[in-house]
């Protein structure tokens, strides 16, 4: 008879192999890591994991995730920032990443997720209907459809595209393109046609 792990420890591996990006290996790995480390650091991070659903909730105007004490998130609470311009974005980490840039001042609205009849989400189950009425009840001059490019956020693109049809404003995808520092003969065809037809005059 196979020898097991202790039911605790399998418990802990099969949590973690849950997690997206993680796998059985690395679960494991993360779980024996935690059982030879100090106890107080497997204790701060199983109170960091208690903590973090009732310690935040989602902005009630843009959808991110903020502290639960707060009544909107620290972007649309700034008055510095361009009511004007709001950047949609799949999920909050596109947000993360569009702030680590430092070159955008306005608003966001996040959706969580994109259409996929594959994965069965549909624009119900997006914040889409919320975003209308944004645009029906703020002076937003400009969108900003930041989804990410694959078939889901195309989609989503082409579903608001329709539903805000007749709305006042400019709607706008990020750039595509070649990387900083990429090799043209590395490019893929979908990536090298896109640069093509978002090329800048010098």
Known sequence: MRARA???????????ARLPGIGPKT????TYYLLRA??????????ALEEVRPGTRLCPRCFNITSSGMDLCEVCADEARDNGVVCVVE????????E??????GRYHVLHGAISPVEGIGPEDLRIEELARRVAHERISELILATNPTLEGEATVMFLKRRLEGSQLRMTRLARGLPAGGDLEYADVSTLSQALEGRLDL
């Open 91 to 98: 999920d909050p980490l596109d947000a993360l990443a569009i």
């Open 27 to 30: 679960a494991s790995r993360l």
């Open 38 to 47: 100090p106890e107080a650091e497997s204790l701060e991070l199983a109170q």
């Open 100 to 105: 680590r840039t430092g070159q955008f001042a």
């Open 6 to 16: 202790p039911q605790p420890v399998e418990r802990l591996v099969e949590a973690f």
